[in-house]
């Protein structure tokens, strides 16, 4: 199994949550940040962390160097030219992941860094089945949609980047609950809430596993 340095794009603002500083904001005890950096270094196939931040992001910046994360600072021009600019200090191939992905855990990374591996293409993204965003009652505004072979399904935030150049891309769709957990409302925030809290923490990841076959 190879071992990929991991970017964590943690921007700044959150438009459609008021301009709060999402990556910071708590949900079930912990920032949504920390839940994803603790489901990267539980896994043996990532190497390092890089959290992207901007200038705006200070307190998600605090919170990745508590953590032992490095961090790069972004000119903060959008999410595209912002991720460019970050892998040019991280380097390619990598995982990038976004920072609003709470119930993501080390074998959801494990298997697409193996699926990545076992495919021609340079890149890769994660997809979801729409039908799962609808069933958990999340929020589809803003969510990118496309059809991966017969499915409509909806990209995750989850990525393999090969290159800093557009390369050949691998579309790999997953029917898996814990990635249709992607908080970018305030609405999205209290559904992901009340899954986690359900989770004692020293029965998570059971208890996302289970989250995994409803």
């Keep these: 199994m190879p071992k990929l340095p991991a970017l964590v794009m943690a921007g700044g603002r959150a438009k459609r949550m008021g301009g709060v500083e999402k990556p910071a904001v708590e949900v079930a005890g912990k920032p949504l940040l ?16 890089t959290v992207a931040v901007s200038r705006d992001a200070r307190i998600t910046r605090s919170i990745a160097e508590r953590l ?9 021009d959008g999410y595209v030219h912002d991720l ?45 089945p729409r039908s799962l965003i609808v069933k958990a009652g999340l929020s589809l ?34 029917d898996e609950p814990r990635l249709a957990y992607n908080v970018n409302t305030w609405h999205d925030l209290r559904k992901v809430e009340g899954v986690l809290r359900s989770c004692p923490r020293e029965e998570r990841a059971q208890g996302l596993q289970a989250l995994k076959t409803r």
């Design 68 to 76: 032992g994360a490095e961090v790069v600072v972004t000119p903060g």
């Design 84 to 128: 460019r600019f970050a892998l040019e200090s991280v380097g390619t191939p990598a995982l990038t992941v976004t920072a609003d992905l709470p119930c993501l855990t080390p074998d959801i990374v494990g298997l697409v860094i193996a699926a990545w591996a076992a495919v021609p293409e340079p890149s890769l993204s994660v997809w979801v």
């Design 141 to 174: 505004w803003g969510r990118f949609e496309s059809t991966v072979g017969n499915v409509r399904a909806v990209v995750v935030g989850l990525n393999v980047v090969g290159g800093l150049r557009k390369t050949d891309e691998f579309k790999l769709l997953l």
């Design 34 to 49: 920390v839940w994803v950096l603790e489901a990267l270094q539980d896994c043996c196939c990532v190497d390092r962390i």
